[in-house]
């Protein structure tokens, strides 16, 4: 899937840039030119982010978000972001006296877009995981959570554990990029897995029935449980053993100053009104 980041009136690529056909080049030396701009780029991209002396002089603070996460960071019916990590965004943003422009990224590209400076942190649903502590800055922790199974309400009641989900007569749904497909791949074995682009069509697919379930974060399956009753079901109340967890925010470990001064706002906030709000347990 070719990422796309996006500001509110303009749509570039992951790269920033498109590419052209010369007809004037040999086939190989195409392929040479092509490969060794590709190399500059990823050097050039990857090598630093802003630091934080340079976002201030913008006046600007770019937060990626995949925008397809509830109650995190979603788009409702007019296309608008919304959610919990998108108030967040703004009051962080108010606090450093900074705007706050939203970065449309997709999970499977998070990291790459990232490192390549599309934006200065990543927000909206990211789950603190080993590999990205390595290769990341990962702020104190923002939600406490753990993974669940979100079912159709019909298929919820025989769906209550991990054993009864991995079964061949079971429809798992999940998208890619993400712990649930990590969850899924490192678990599901017998069960019927239906591989699909985005957490949108996840859901659309329990609506529809075509799908079972999905394994999600309790965040996420408190909210359309809440949201859309007698349609989503939680079918494990309690997280599957071993995926307690923590939501973060990320930047580049290039920025220290950055995530210093995330960490001492999320350590001055009180955030149970906006958990009340978009109803996030804990």
Known sequence: MNATARTADTVTDAA???GMKNDNFKDGEMRLTVGLALTLAIMTCGARARDMQSIEHSGELKVGV?????????????GELQGYDVDMARDLGRTLGLKV?????SWPALAADLQADKFDIAMGGVTE???RAQA???????VANGKIALANCRAAPRLGSLEKIDRPDVKVIVNPGGTNQSFVDEHIKQ??????QNN??????LRQKTADMMVTDLIEGDYYQSKEPGVFCVANETPFAGTASNKVYMMSKDNPALLEKVNQWLDSRDKEVLKRKWKIRG
Do not use: E
């Open 191 to 196: 069960a019927q897995i239906i591989r699909v």
């Open 136 to 142: 990341f800055a990962l702020s104190h922790p923002v």
């Open 16 to 18: 920033g840039h498109s």
């Open 66 to 78: 995949p925008g397809d996460y509830a109650p995190l960071a979603f788009r409702n019916a007019a």
């Open 200 to 205: 949108v069509d996840n859901l659309q697919a």
């Open 101 to 105: 422009s939203f970065v449309y990224t």
């Open 129 to 131: 995981t080993p590999a």
